[in-house]
């Protein structure tokens, strides 16, 4: 049996091919995971087709419920539109920017005031927050 040298040109030849065929074996892992792929795209666009329509189905359900409720288009483009105002109420805020991440309450002598927060952006800290005195709005901070 013969024996080769570390950097004779038969080991680099030997490690050559090696290498080659290790290519080759890599390019057929590739090309038959493709359709595999190709089908998880096509099914995470389906997917995120569908999440869109659901979402334009929900907001015409909610516009409708909207309508149906208060019955003044203004008001409902407002809340559609995410929209908040002075004096505004309770349900009115929860129906614009929906539930908060947390609620602060304090009981005060005249009245309850609760701090609702949105958005949290770290420990303590919120992007949104909504001071409402015995449910109607009085201030905001964004």
């Known amino acids: 049996m013969k024996t080769m040298a570390r950097g004779s040109p038969e080991i680099k030849a030997v490690v050559a091919v090696l290498?080659?065929?290790a290519a080759a074996i890599a390019l057929a892992v590739a090309l038959i995971a493709l359709p595999f792929?190709?089908?998880?795209?096509?099914n995470n666009r389906r997917e995120r087709r569908f999440a869109l329509a659901r979402a334009e189905a929900e907001a015409g359900q909610k516009r409708i419920f909207l309508m149906r409720h208060y019955?003044?288009?203004t008001l409902v483009d407002a809340l559609m539109a995410g929209e908040i105002w002075h004096d505004m109420t309770r349900?009115?805020?929860l129906q614009s920017w929906g539930e908060p991440v947390e609620i602060e309450e304090k009981a005060l002598k005249t009245k309850i005031r609760h701090v609702y927060k949105y958005d949290r952006i770290g420990v303590g800290r919120f992007a949104r927050r909504v001071t409402l005195d015995n449910d109607r709005v009085t201030g905001w901070e964004r």
């Open 19 to 21: 290498r080659m065929l």
């Open 71 to 73: 019955q003044d288009s």
């Open 91 to 93: 349900e009115q805020l």
């Open 37 to 42: 792929r190709a089908i998880g795209l096509l």
